[in-house]
C-alpha cells in the first residue's frame, strides 16, 4: 500500500511541476521536463502494479483451491490402497503446495501484503 501512495506521488508530483512550470515557445524547461518524465514513469509504474493487484489475489484464491482439493485427495487417499507411484506424486504435490502456502504466507506479513488475500494466513500446511 506504501508503495502504491509513493507512486502515485510521484505521478501527481510530476504533474504539479509541469503545470507550475514556465513555457515559452517549444522550450518546455529543466522543470517540466523533470515533471513529465516524472508523470510518465510513476503513471506506468502505478498502471502495472494496480494491473497486478487482481492477477495476484486471483493466484492466492487458486492457490487456496488447490490445497483444499489436495486435502481432500490425501483424505480419500487415506482409506483407499495407493501404490507406490501414486504416493510419490501426491507427496510431491503435497511438498510443492506447501512450499507455495509458505511463500504466499511470508509475502503477505510484507509491505506486498495488499497483493495476497488474508485468507491465506488461515491456510494450513498440508500433511
Known amino acids: 500500500m506504501v508503495l502504491l501512495w509513493i507512486l502515485g506521488m510521484v505521478f501527481f508530483g510530476g504533474l504539479a511541476l509541469i503545470a507550475f512550470s514556465e513555457y515559452d515557445g ?3 524547461g529543466l522543470q517540466a521536463g523533470i515533471g513529465l518524465g ?4 510513476g503513471g506506468l ?4 502494479m494496480l494491473l497486478a ?13 488447490d490445497a ?3 486435502r481432500v485427495v490425501i483424505k480419500e487417499a487415506r ?3 495407493f501404490g507406490d507411484v501414486e ?5 510431491s504435490d503435497v ?7 509458505v511463500n504466499a504466507k511470508y509475502w503477505n506479513n510484507t509491505f506486498y501484503d495488499i497483493w495476497i488475500s488474508d485468507e491465506i494466513e488461515n491456510l494450513e500446511m498440508l500433511k
Open 26 to 28: 517549444y522550450d518546455i
Open 38 to 41: 516524472a508523470s510518465i514513469l
Open 45 to 48: 509504474a502505478l498502471l502495472v
Open 53 to 65: 493487484l487482481p492477477i495476484q489475489r486471483m493466484d492466492t484464491k487458486q492457490l487456496i483451491r
Open 68 to 70: 483444499e482439493t489436495t
Open 79 to 81: 482409506k483407499d490402497a
Open 87 to 91: 504416493r510419490m506424486a501426491l507427496i
Open 95 to 101: 511438498i510443492s503446495l506447501n512450499k507455495r502456502i
